[in-house]
């Protein structure tokens, strides 16, 4: 069975610098993982690309 390789994540860019409440993001064929940069042993939870751009459209239009 081929290996599956491993997410590389990268801080969103709206995580602040000032506090601790950050996301890493990472694109995996098909879908966005999302984590907590404090916590990335705790694992990642991962969302299908168009249901990612919609929650990112919702945020940056205010309607959630």
């Known amino acids: 069975m081929p290996e599956t390789p491993r997410p590389v994540f990268r801080k969103s860019s709206y995580s602040g610098s000032i506090t601790q409440n950050c996301v890493e993001v ?3 064929p098909g879908f966005t993982a999302v984590r907590d940069s404090a916590h990335p042993e705790l694992g990642h939870l991962t969302f299908p690309v168009a249901e990612w751009r919609a929650f990112l ?3 940056k239009t205010g309607s959630l």
């Open 26 to 28: 990472a694109a995996v």
């Open 57 to 59: 459209t919702g945020l």
